[in-house]
């Protein structure tokens, strides 16, 4: 069985996109094992002579390069990804490089009905940037829309049509993910380009 780590893109206690992983945890524990890793202790990136990078980002990072596949989850504030989200990417690929060929599920929650969309398309930008190198699923928008209606007192997403659509794309991110481990011929010289990708020419 695969395992994927699921990141909870807010820092935010109470939040619709944690209850999505949670809902997708708990709906396809008989497909993967799926486990939630938080940002919110995550301190806002900074850059520093000696390359610090803090012990919580270097075990995300431990933890993504043991998983199977990622999958992400971004609310959307003022058409972008959270700051949080930001600030945890950047540390993630500070001397460090977990994300290099990993396949990455994009999911997103808001409370509008866009569900998300043009954040989930800056991230999948932030993805495909050298520093990280991550193997984004395409095609695979999953955007829930008017999220605090969304679930049930059971923690249930309410909408069939919601569920069948989130249950396809979960499938194609299995398959997704087995192709992939396929396609790595050229992970050393990623993995290798994205530490050789330089920061110091801001």
């Known amino acids: 069985m695969n395992k994927f780590i699921a990141i909870v893109g807010s820092n935010s206690n109470k939040s619709t996109n944690r209850e999505l992983l949670q809902y997708m945890q708990k709906h396809f524990q008989n497909q993967a094992e799926i486990e939630l890793v938080e940002i919110k202790g995550l301190p806002i990136f900074k850059k520093s002579a000696d390359r610090f990078v803090p012990q919580a980002a270097k075990d995300i990072a431990t933890k993504i390069e043991a998983a199977d596949g990622v999958i992400i989850a971004t609310p959307e504030y003022d058409h972008s990804i959270t700051a949080a989200l930001t600030s945890a990417l950047a540390w993630l690929s500070y001397g460090i490089h977990p994300f290099v060929d990993k396949p990455v599920m994009i999911t997103g929650a808001s409370y ?82 994205a530490e050789q990708f330089s920061w110091d020419k801001d």
């Open 112 to 193: 509008g009905s866009l569900g998300s969309s043009r954040a989930q398309s800056q991230l999948r930008q932030i993805l495909d940037s050298p520093e990280l190198k991550a193997r984004i699923m395409p095609s695979s928008e999953f955007l829930l829309g008017h999220s605090l209606q969304a679930f049930d007192e059971n923690e249930n997403l309410k909408d069939a049509n919601e569920v069948k659509q989130l249950d396809g794309l979960f499938k194609d991110f299995l398959q997704f993910v087995n192709i992939s481990k396929q396609l790595n011929n050229a992970n050393a010289v990623n993995k290798q380009k």
